[in-house]
Structures are given as C-alpha cells and as structure tokens.
C-alpha cells in the first residue's frame, strides 16, 4: 500500500476569525508564551491570562482547531486547545478537514523535519515568521483516519515514555 501525500492545504485551512479588542471578554486570551516549545502543552496559568486592555485583534480558536505559532518557528509552539478562547495573531488557529486528524497534524507541524523546513523558508532576521503559504503547501502523508489515530497512539505512547524517564533523572 502506497501512502497518498497531499499539500498540507487541501486538508488544512488557516482560521483567521478576528476577535477585535473589547470584545470576546468571556474567552480566556492565550499569548505565544502560553505554548511549551516543542511538547505541544500549555504553560500552566498562561490560557487564562487575558491582557488588561487588549490593544490589538485576537484570532478566536476553539477545541477543533490546532495552534500554530508562526512568530520564530524553530521554537516549534503547536498545541491542541481543549476549549474555546482567543489568541494572538502571531498564533494560527488551523482547521483540519474531517479526513485530518488534527493530533495527526500536531505531530506533523511539530515534526524536527517540517521545523526544520519551516523555519529556513522563514522570513525576517531578529523576528522570522513562519510563511504560512509555504507551511500550507508542505506535503503530508495521508493515511486512512483509523490509521492516523493509531499512529497517534503511538506516539503518545511514545512521549509519555520520554517524559516519564525525563521526570526520573
């Protein structure tokens, strides 16, 4: 069985909703350095940390969605919301479509290849961005979703057994 590869963007849409300031005040507000480089988690108390005077606009996610932060991509900030709430705009709300699991695109996004390829296609000296048409047009292989999901699994399998031998040194 030959594995289909498709652009990311096929199956993949940049969700760009804009919250403006003064609005959405119920969402809580996630900032870039609320996601964990590299493990896809949240910095524990950053989600509900909302600015006092919001000043510019917010991208609005919620549990479907898979963060991307495009602001210095090697940091490799990519997490998976579990609620609504708005974010920076330096953070891309991207929504799979139903044949993408979107813990299957986390791990893709967060692979040390696609870093790797993302972030020399980035732009900007002491500030590079992600350019988001290049990321939308990386190709991903794309298994049945039964098999994404256990791929899934097994890489979180995988991670847990990382972490935990982290945790014991």
């Known amino acids: 069985m030959s594995l289909r590869r498709v652009a990311l963007g096929t199956v993949c849409a940049q969700d760009r909703t804009s919250v403006r300031p003064g609005h959405g005040d119920d969402l809580p507000y996630l900032g870039l350095e609320g996601i964990e ?34 602001l210095r991509p090697y940091l490799n900030k990519v997490a998976l919301p579990t609620a609504p709430g708005k974010c920076s705009t330096e953070i891309i709300p991207l929504l ?60 979180a399998r995988a991670e847990g057994i990382v972490r935990l031998r982290r945790e014991a040194q």
């Open 37 to 70: 480089s590299g493990t896809g988690q949240f910095v524990v108390g950053e989600l509900s940390k909302t600015p006092e005077a919001p000043q510019a606009n917010s991208f609005r996610f919620d549990e479907r969605h898979v963060l991307y932060g495009k």
């Open 96 to 155: 799979p479509a139903p044949q993408l699991d979107r813990r299957y695109l986390s791990y893709f996004l967060r692979a040390p290849a696609t870093v790797q390829q993302i972030a020399e296609r980035s732009s900007g000296a002491r500030m590079p961005r992600a350019d988001m048409d290049f990321v939308l047009s990386l190709p991903i292989g794309l298994p049945p979703l039964d098999e994404q999901r256990r791929i899934v699994d097994l890489l």
